[in-house]
């Protein structure tokens, strides 16, 4: 056969067998595509972040000291061997009133001049010619500050956003906020989006309100007191730009610099301190020394007093002197008491936003690791039944080309050419569009939760996910083709000419079950030795179906898992609306006046807490993001009261998990990122004002994990946390009060009228942000549902048009036989209707598994998802994958109408 002979044959066999040719073509596109698409987010995610990370000068490294830092030790760290640049800055975390509402305030100092000189450079640089201005942040509203008391606000803040022309107005600090900021209400002149807060619902931990930072602010330097020491520097590393963050190669470039910086930064606090500890102990010697001057001059006559009153004035000498000296003694103690600085020297993988973003990119990359697989097991079965069905229609062409003469690799490379032609064309198509497609959705959807400018069409591919999802679409192809066309190869000529036997009838098990089999009619009879006489044909198409009906189980499922975090923990869990939070220095009558006015609202339930914000982490191995895992620690000043504010159950049980004065016990999320079961152990740390963690931490014995789904919390009776500190003050009260939003406002005015109160948060506020950054999952569902749907479509035609095309004379002689074509029509589809029944209830036992694992590997470290897939999804996966069904069974009609009497006479029977 000549070159041109050949290929025209190919060419009538696509023509020829053109639905199977696309069917082939689509289930590939669609595997191709959505394993490309998949496998691309997470890469696509971190390229975005780098472009925006190295287009605004992110920080490589942060130095902070718990004693601060000054010029010098600025200087000696921009003269590190490795350090590109370094830019010093104040902050301070403060409560202030901002937008109708008490919230924790990142104020910053930022370099002014370098700000306004710099300007924006497409959607991910800000170019400026300063090289030490760092931490670039991108102007979106408004103008840079220019004086005292002015300042630009987050433009991506979801809690509490601000627009120019808002004030914020600074309440309190965890210490004096007026010797560190000049003013204490800040204009806000203009909002920014900075690199250094990716993640939107929240902007860093803190030791303040709620523990976590709802707003950052950036001021010029003359809003900070001029005795202010600089509180981190910010250090770019040379060659660090040039890599992706969060790359191995990146992160080994920063730990080489990271050890330079260390010994340096350590270096410069200790002399800094020794200047310190030096000016205050000679601070201390001159008051001695004046002290010392007006003892000798109270010692010398004085003639002028009169002498009936010199006992009392040199008695009250002596006094002044004992005081002042008293008072010198305390600060020699205070200056022998003073110990060298912690310095800190931190990586990217310290900052929440960058390490939390970082951990989503990775998350997407173990669901594109699983997920498409079902694709591919679904793809290959598919191919492998379409090639079998195509071969065996081909058993005489065949034959006829071996009597001719022709190899069986001769033969066998035209039907390889065929399914290289179709998967080819599909993988092509399917990752041209999907590559493109699913990363433009998945990062515009988590775009609501994240500050990261989107990439812009054209996408980047990876050339190597390209060619391994494209080689392994194709190479499943041609594999299943091999398998279907071996085997026919092994007969001989005289053998594959004739039309192959009907396979020899068997009884079945059903027979055997002899009063179930007599009352059942002959169609019903045909139909089930029918399905268990072609067992390939009844495994291929129940996997098919079950991989497709699993993969819409997975969609819905994940939409309800995650959508259940709210239902589930406000009620059920958390039993109380609002919460009080107190300044640290509230007078106990403060407190109890709080109470009070709670309790007069109609509160149902009041109790008093100690909350504080810290850092955790197990004994053994850790699946948390970072190295130390951010909580909210609450000790009830009754643990009985807190039980009745708060549902401490185990999740799988349902069962109550007992709380004492001496318990500890920890949420589920938790426990699992550390592994901890009861009778272990957790180490909690304090945190400096930079949200660092400082100390050697202490250590307690867990005695119970609880169900909890938003954030992590260890709950710590009375007597367990005197480990930790003597009773703390329980300045955090919570209750239980009903009403509208309209209620909550004017409870909240009188609350925040009242002395001691901080903050003043409701529920409600907090469910609408999580409904908010949960929205990111409504797209992906979507996408999922879509991929599933399309793919089980196809599934479903091509194993339909399969079905009946094996059998086209059986068919034919039904119709001589006088079967009506109603008749017809229910003994073909009543088989196909059962297989996809069969294959439909195997899905939902794949896809609750399935979902199982996805759930797990997506969620992030400060959220639990649901468990549980509710009963609707199992309906709806089911009925659609049904209706899918029903759908291609009304196209089948008219090929079934089709079907020629005269077929029959060609029977071999």
């Not at 509160?603 to 982490?617: K, N, Q, S």
Request: proline letters at 3%.
């Amino acid at each position: 056969m000549g070159r041109s002979a050949y290929m025209l044959e190919i060419a009538r066999g696509v023509r020829g067998s053109l639905g199977r040719f696309l069917a082939i073509l689509g289930i590939v596109a669609l595997g191709c595509g959505f394993y490309a698409g998949l496998r691309m987010c997470g890469p696509d995610m971190r390229i975005a972040a780098d472009r925006w990370y190295d287009g605004c000068a992110l920080w490589d490294l942060r130095v902070v000291s718990s004693q601060g830092l000054d010029d010098a030790a600025v200087a000696r760290l921009r003269k590190v061997d490795g350090v590109e640049a370094a830019m010093p800055a104040r902050t301070v975390d403060v409560m202030a009133e901002a937008a109708g509402k008490s919230v924790a305030v990142r104020v910053s100092s930022v370099d002014a001049d370098a700000a306004r000189a710099s300007r924006a450079s497409g959607p991910f640089a800000v170019k400026s010619s300063k090289g030490d201005y760092l931490n670039r942040a991108r102007l979106a509203s408004g103008r840079w500050p220019r004086a005292a008391g002015e300042c630009v606000a987050s433009a991506d803040s979801t809690t509490s956003p601000l627009r120019v022309g808002d004030v914020v107005r600074v309440t309190s600090s965890a210490g004096d906020v007026d010797s560190v900021l000049v003013r204490r209400t800040l204009t806000v002149v203009g909002t920014v989006s900075s690199p250094d807060y990716p993640y939107t619902g929240s902007f860093g931990t803190t030791t303040l309100g709620d523990g976590t930072i709802g707003q950052y602010v950036y001021v010029t330097d003359a809003t900070f007191s001029k005795d202010v020491p600089y509180t981190a520097a910010y250090l770019a590393v040379e060659g660090a730009r040039g890599l992706e963050s969060g790359s191995s190669a990146y992160e080994r470039r920063v730990d080489a610099v990271a050890g330079r910086v260390r010994r340096t930064a350590v270096a410069a606090a200790r002399e800094r301190f020794q200047g310190l500890k030096a000016d205050a102990q000679a601070q201390v010697d001159a008051k001695a020394r004046e002290l010392e001057a007006q003892r000798q001059a109270a010692a010398t006559p004085d003639a002028v007093v009169p002498t009936e009153i010199a006992p009392a004035a040199a008695a009250q000498a002596q006094d002044g002197l004992a005081a002042a000296q008293r008072q010198i003694d305390e600060a020699q103690a205070k200056v022998d008491a003073m110990q060298g600085p912690e310095v800190y020297v931190l990586d990217r993988t310290q900052s929440e936003g960058a390490a939390t973003y970082q951990a989503d990119t990775e998350r997407m990359d173990h669901i594109a690791a699983v997920f498409p697989a079902m694709f591919f097991l679904v793809a290959a079965l598919v191919a492998l039944t379409t090639m079998a069905r195509m071969v065996e229609d081909d058993r005489q062409k065949i034959g006829t080309h071996k009597a001719l003469g022709y190899g069986r690799a001769r033969i066998a490379a035209m039907y390889l050419a065929y399914a290289l032609l179709a998967a080819g064309a599909g993988a092509v198509l399917g990752i041209a569009v999907l590559s493109q497609a699913l990363p433009l959705i998945v990062t515009g959807a988590y775009g609501i939760i994240y500050a990261v400018p989107s990439l812009g069409l054209p996408l980047p591919v990876s050339s190597g996910i390209a060619l391994s999802s494209g080689g392994l679409g194709v190479g499943v192809t041609l594999a299943a083709t091999w398998i279907a066309v071996a085997s026919t190869l092994r007969e001989t000529p005289a053998a594959l000419m004739l039309p192959r036997a009907p396979k020899a009838g068997r009884r079945i098990l059903l027979e055997r079950v002899g009063p179930l089999w007599r009352r059942l009619s002959f169609s019903w009879k045909v139909t089930f030795r029918n399905l268990f006489r072609y067992k390939r044909r009844l495994l291929m198409t129940v996997v098919g179906i079950a991989g497709c009906s699993a993969l819409l189980l997975v969609g819905f499922g994940l939409h309800d898992s995650i959508w259940d975090i709210i239902d589930r923990q406000f009620g059920p869990i958390i039993r109380y609306d609002t919460t009080v939070g107190m300044d640290a220095d509230a007078a106990e009558k403060d407190v109890d006046a709080v109470a009070a006015r709670l309790r007069d609202a109609g509160a149902r339930r009041v109790e008093r807490v100690e909350r504080r914000t810290m850092l955790t982490r197990g004994k053994g191995g850790s699946a948390s993001a970072t190295e130390k895992t951010r909580v909210s620690v609450m000790v009830p000043r009754s643990a009985a009261g807190l039980s009745r504010c708060v549902g401490m159950r185990d999740r799988e049980t349902g069962e109550a998990v007992a709380f004492g004065d001496d318990s500890v016990l920890v949420t589920e999320k938790l426990a699992s990122l550390y592994g901890i079961r009861a009778g272990q152990r957790i180490v909690l740390f304090g945190q400096d004002d930079a949200g660092n963690a400082k100390g050697g931490g202490v250590e307690l014995t867990v005695d119970g994990i609880v169900e909890n789904y938003v954030g992590n919390v260890v709950y710590v009776g009375r007597s367990a946390w005197r480990r930790v500190e003597e009773d703390p003050s329980f300045s955090t009260v919570l209750a239980d009060v009903r009403g509208g939003t309209s209620a909550q406002k004017r409870l909240a005015d009188e609350l925040h009228d009242m002395d001691g109160v901080a903050t003043v948060a409701f529920s409600s506020e907090t469910i609408e942000t999580y409904r908010h950054m949960l929205s990111v999952v409504n797209m992906v569902v979507v996408v999922l549902i879509v991929s599933a749907g399309a793919l089980a479509f196809i599934v479903l035609y091509n194993l339909t048009n399969i079905n009946v095309s094996e059998r086209v004379r059986e068919i034919a002689s039904l119709k001589v036989l006088g079967f009506t074509r109603r008749e017809v029509h229910a003994y073909v589809f009543r088989e196909i209707v059962l297989l996809s029944l069969l294959g439909d209830a195997a899905g939902m036992a794949l896809g609750t598994w399935l979902e199982g694992f996805v759930i797990t590997t997506a969620e992030v470290d400060y959220v639990m998802f649901g468990r549980e897939i509710h009963p609707l999804s199992f309906v709806l996966a089911f009925a659609l994958t049904m209706a899918f069904t029903l759908a291609i069974l009304l196209l089948m009609r008219r090929r079934l109408d089709a079907v020629d009497m005269v077929e029959s006479l060609k029977s071999v029977d």
